[in-house]
């Protein structure tokens, strides 16, 4: 069974930066089409950028020129590098399979965009 584990998150101001990772153990990360959700308070869980194993890309369209979704299937470890951030980009973000969320979810690691 593979486990998801996010980090990376913190309290950022308007403007900012961070580079989230998850680290997924188990062995078929690496053939998966792999993403990022996001889920705000009170907000259901929405899709925010996925990857091919082959590094095909695409974005939701709140976050595309702004988040850049990257993997190194050697390490089992997949990455979103998020500038600009907005107070809107305030949730818990986490990784998964796309489409459809194979694994179980991780715990999430928090993004808070405030001044």
């Known amino acids: 069974q593979v486990q998801l584990v996010e980090s990376g998150g913190g309290l950022v101001q308007p403007g900012g930066s961070l580079r989230l990772s998850c680290a997924a153990s188990g062995s078929d990360f690496s053939i998966r089409r792999m993403g990022w959700y996001r889920q705000a308070p009170g907000k259901q869980r929405d899709f925010v950028a996925a990857i091919t194993r082959g590094g095909t890309t695409n974005y939701a369209d709140s976050v595309k020129g702004r988040f850049t979704i990257s993997r190194d299937n050697a390490k089992n470890t997949l990455y979103l590098q998020i500038n600009s951030l907005k107070p809107e980009d305030t949730a818990v973000y986490y990784c998964?399979?796309?489409?459809?969320?194979?694994?179980?979810w991780g715990q999430g690691t928090q993004v808070t965009v405030s001044s």
């Open positions: 998964n399979s796309v489409p459809g969320a194979y694994y179980s």
